[in-house]
């Protein structure tokens, strides 16, 4: 029984860890993108 409620915790651990890591990538990607149009953009208002 102990066994099981410890693997349940564990998984979901591991479930909670998952989706932090994919809430940062995606930040990170909304990041990414904004400074690469923040790079990009002056040079293509300014012509």
Do not use: D
């Amino acid at each position: 029984m102990t066994r099981l409620r410890h693997r349940a915790r564990a998984i979901a651990l591991a479930e909670t860890r998952y989706q932090n890591a994919l809430l940062f990538w995606r930040l990170t990607g909304l990041g990414l993108a904004a400074l690469a149009a923040w790079y990009l953009l002056p040079p293509l208002s300014v012509v």
